[in-house]
C-alpha cells in the first residue's frame, strides 16, 4: 500500500470516528439547523477523502469519480461557510451557495471536454476551494454581536486551509508543483491532520458555548420583565465593588430601592394577569427613566433595586424623584384598565471606602420601609453621613 493511501485510509477512519461523535450532537439538537449544515460538511468531507483513496497516485480516475470526489469536498467547504451564516443568524445567498458548490465541478469537466491538461483542471479546483475556506474565516471575524472564545479555533483551521490551498494553487500555476495526487496532497495532509480536528472539535465547542451562555442568561434573567433577576444582580454588584475596592477615589455609588404600594390590592382588585402586566410596565418605566451605564433588578415580587454608579446623594433623590413622578403622571393601562400605581422608594449612597454595596442595599431597604411605614407614595433616603453613629432616615415628600 502506498504511503498516500495510509494517509487516506487513516485520515478516513479517524473522519468516520469524529462523524459519529458529531451525530449525536446534531441529535441531541435538531431544530438548531447550522448543525446541520455542519454535518453534510463533515460527511462530504469524509467521504470525499474516502473516494481520494480510489484515486491513481500518478494519473487521473474516471471523470465521474472525480466530479463526485470534488463535488464531496465542495459540499464540505460550502456547508461550513453556509453553517457559520446560519450560526450567527445571517441569510444564505442560495445563488451564492450553488455557485460555489457547482461552478468549479461545470469549469472542471469543460475543461476536460476542451482536453485542457489535468494540471490547469486541478488548478481550478484547488483555487475555487480557496473561497469557501475565506468565507468561513470572515464570518466568523467579522463584527458580530456575540464573540465566542471556541470560534477562534475554527477561524484558525480555516484560515489554515484557506493558506495551504492558496499556496497549492499559486504552485500549480506557476508549475511549481506537480499534478500528482502524491505531490499535491502531501503539504495540504499534515495541515488537514491538525485543522480538521479543530474544525470538529471547535464545532461542538461553539455550539456548547452558545448553549451555555443561553442558559446562564435564562438564570440571571427575569422571565418577565426581561431585567436581570437577583442571580443576575450579582455579577453587576461583584462588578461595582471590584471597581470601588480597586480605587478608594472611585465615584460614589447610588442604590435606590423601589417597591409597588399596595400591590395585593391590585392582583385582587383585577387579577393576577393584570397584577403581572402593571409589574412589566413599571419595570419598563424604570429602564426608561434612567441612563444607560444604570442597572435594574427585579429584586423581588414587585420590588426593584435600581444601581446608579457615579451618581452621589443628590443624583441619586433627583432620579427617584423623576421615578416616582413618572408613576404619578400616567396610570398603567393593562386589560381595558387605567390603574393608578405609586412607588415608595428607600435610598441609600456607596460612599468611596464606605460600606460595601451590600451593605449599602440593606441600608435603602431599612430606608424603604420606614417610606412604608410613613404612607407609601414617598421617597425616604439613609443617609449615614447626616448621624454619627445612628443612621438617619429623612423622608423627602
Ligand atoms: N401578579 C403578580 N403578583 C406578584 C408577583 N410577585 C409577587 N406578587 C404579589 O405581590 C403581592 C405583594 O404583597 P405585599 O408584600 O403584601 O405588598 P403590597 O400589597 O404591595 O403592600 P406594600 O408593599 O406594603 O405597599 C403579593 O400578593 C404577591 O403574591 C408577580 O410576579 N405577579
Not at 92 to 109: Q, V
Not at 262 to 282: L, M, P, Q, W, Y
Not at 285 to 293: A, D, K
Not at 376 to 384: F, Q, Y
Request: net charge neutral.
Amino acid at each position: 500500500m502506498h504511503m498516500i493511501d495510509n494517509a487516506l485510509l487513516t485520515a478516513t477512519l479517524s473522519r468516520a470516528a469524529f462523524l459519529l461523535v458529531f451525530l449525536t450532537v446534531v441529535l441531541s439538537q435538531p431544530k438548531e439547523r447550522y448543525l446541520w449544515h455542519w454535518l453534510a460538511a463533515l460527511v462530504g468531507s469524509s467521504l470525499g477523502a474516502a473516494l481520494m483513496m480510489r484515486f491513481p497516485a500518478n494519473g487521473e480516475p474516471a471523470m465521474a469519480v472525480s466530479l463526485a470526489t470534488y463535488f464531496l469536498f465542495m459540499i464540505s467547504l460550502a456547508g461550513s461557510w453556509s453553517g457559520m451564516r446560519l450560526f450567527y443568524h445571517r441569510r444564505i445567498d442560495r445563488r451564492l451557495l450553488g455557485a460555489l458548490l457547482l461552478l468549479p465541478l461545470l469549469t472542471f469537466a469543460l475543461l476536460d471536454l476542451c482536453h485542457v491538461a489535468l494540471h490547469y483542471r486541478r488548478l481550478v479546483i484547488t483555487a475555487a476551494c480557496v473561497i469557501p475556506a475565506a468565507l468561513t474565516v470572515f464570518e466568523i471575524v467579522r463584527p458580530a454581536s456575540e464573540r465566542l472564545f471556541s470560534s477562534i479555533v475554527v477561524a484558525l483551521a480555516f484560515a489554515a486551509y484557506t493558506v495551504v490551498l492558496a499556496g497549492t494553487s499559486a504552485a500549480l500555476l506557476l508549475d511549481l508543483a506537480p499534478a500528482t495526487l502524491e505531490g499535491l496532497n502531501y503539504p495540504s495532509f499534515a495541515v488537514d491532520r491538525v485543522a480538521s480536528i479543530l474544525v470538529y472539535f471547535g464545532y461542538i465547542a461553539m455550539a456548547g458555548e452558545r448553549a451555555n451562555r443561553a442558559l446562564r442568561q435564562q438564570a440571571e434573567t427575569d422571565q418577565l420583565t426581561g431585567l436581570a433577576n437577583r442571580h443576575g444582580a450579582q455579577r453587576a454588584l461583584s462588578r461595582l465593588e471590584t471597581a470601588r475596592t480597586a480605587d478608594p477615589e472611585s465615584p460614589r455609588a447610588g442604590v435606590l430601592l423601589a417597591d409597588i404600594d399596595h400591590f395585593k390590592r391590585i392582583n385582587d382588585t383585577h387579577g393576577h394577569e393584570v397584577g403581572d402586566s402593571v409589574i412589566v410596565a413599571v419595570a419598563a418605566r424604570l429602564r426608561g427613566t434612567v441612563r444607560n451605564g444604570d442597572v435594574v433588578v427585579r429584586w423581588g415580587g414587585e420590588e426593584f433595586l435600581i444601581l446608579l454608579p457615579g451618581a452621589d446623594s443628590a443624583a441619586a433623590r433627583a432620579i427617584a424623584e423623576r421615578l416616582r413622578d413618572a408613576m404619578i403622571r400616567t396610570p398603567v393601562h393593562a386589560a381595558g384598565h387605567d390603574i393608578p400605581v405609586t412607588l415608595s422608594i428607600g435610598i441609600a449612597e456607596a460612599a468611596p471606602e464606605g460600606e460595601t454595596l451590600s451593605a449599602t442595599i440593606v441600608s435603602a431597604d431599612r430606608a424603604l420601609y420606614r417610606a412604608k411605614r410613613q404612607g407609601r407614595d414617598r421617597i425616604c433616603v439613609d443617609d449615614a453621613e447626616q448621624g454619627d453613629s445612628a443612621t438617619m432616615i429623612r423622608p423627602l415628600s
